[in-house]
């Protein structure tokens, strides 16, 4: 079992892309913490994943943007198995609009979970992962970490920034036993992505149909959304991956929407 008895924090792993992979490192022998912002929901998670797959879950009520919540939640994963072995930086919303158009509010709060959420997460739990000089830390970040779309500009800011702070964390940690890299989907068919359908349709003047097919799916080789099986099967090969040679890396799960 590739992650036997290691400890995982996943970030908005109550449902969606989160979800499953906590249950794909429970099926690898990993013992998660489901760090949500729904209390409820994370113990319902942490409930399914320690009936399922007869390894240990907590549920960690989690605001990414807020420091204290994140210190604490960090300490109490710390506490109940004496440390992080790996991170899955992956809480995230989506708000579209143009530029002209976008409020300054929903610009912050795009930038802080997704880019402050981060960067908090893995300042809380590097101490731990350098004490035993070893550790993954993963960044959800998108195919728009490499490519931009219109009515995404706080969206594609912070998945570009995500590269950077990987690439910064590789930098400092490598030396000290610690991988950071960054998975980068293309669309995948969850709440989030279900939630931009209408939306984008309003503000392109097109059907919700055109945008499926056209827009999310319109650049991929088969016409094929990324599933949330696939992106838990890459972050099991990156936390499970046990040299250096892939520190700092990205890696683009898209149907090749977008290819490097």
Same mark, same amino acid.
């Given at each position: ?8 924090? %996943?970030?908005? #792993? $109550?449902?969606?892309?989160?979800? $499953?992979?906590?249950?794909?490192? +429970? ?7 489901? =760090?949500?912002?729904n209390q409820d929901a994370a113990q319902k998670a942490a409930d399914e994943i320690k009936a399922k797959y007869g390894t240990d879950a907590l =549920?960690?009520?989690?605001? @990414?943007?807020?420091?204290?919540? @994140?210190? *604490?939640?960090? $300490?109490?994963?710390?506490? #109940? ?16 609009? &143009?530029?002209?158009?976008? +409020?300054? $509010? ?11 959420? #981060?960067?908090?997460?893995?300042? =809380? ?5 350098? =004490? ?10 998108? %195919? !728009?970490?490499?490519? #931009?779309?219109?009515?995404?500009? +706080?969206?594609?800011?912070?998945? !570009? ?8 964390? +590789? ?13 980068? &989907?293309?669309?995948?068919?969850? &709440?989030? @992505?279900?939630?931009?359908? &209408?939306?984008?349709?309003? /503000? ?7 945008? @499926?097919?056209? %827009?999310?799916?319109?650049?991929t080789v088969d016409g094929e959304f990324t599933t949330v099986e696939d992106i838990a099967e890459v972050a099991l090969f990156f936390a499970g991956? /046990?040299?250096? *040679? ?15």
């Open positions: 079992m590739k992650l036997k008895d290691k400890s995982c924090i %996943v970030t908005g #792993a $109550a449902s969606g892309i989160g979800n $499953a992979i906590a249950h794909r490192f +429970a099926s690898e022998g990993g013992k998660v913490a489901i =760090a949500d912002l =549920a960690i009520a989690m605001d @990414v943007t807020s420091e204290q919540q @994140v210190d *604490a939640g960090v $300490a109490q994963v710390v506490s #109940a198995w004496g440390g992080v072995d790996v991170l899955v930086s992956n809480a995230g919303i989506q708000i579209v609009n &143009p530029v002209e158009n976008y +409020a300054f $509010a929903d610009w912050k709060k795009m930038l802080a979970i997704h880019l402050d959420g #981060a960067f908090l997460t893995s300042k =809380a739990v590097l101490p731990h992962m350098y =004490a035993k000089g070893s550790g993954s830390i993963l960044f959800m970040g998108s %195919v !728009h970490s490499k490519e #931009a779309s219109p009515l995404k500009s +706080a969206y594609v800011t912070a998945k !570009h920034g995500l590269l950077g702070l990987a690439r910064v964390i +590789a930098k400092e940690g490598g030396k000290k036993g610690v991988r950071t890299n960054v998975i980068c &989907p293309g669309f995948v068919r969850t &709440p989030l @992505v279900d939630k931009q359908i &209408p939306e984008q349709a309003k /503000e392109l003047g097109i059907s919700e149909d055109e945008v @499926v097919k056209k %827009v999310m799916l319109g650049q991956f /046990e040299t250096n *040679a892939l520190n700092g890396q990205s890696l683009i799960a898209s149907h090749g929407w977008f290819m490097e």
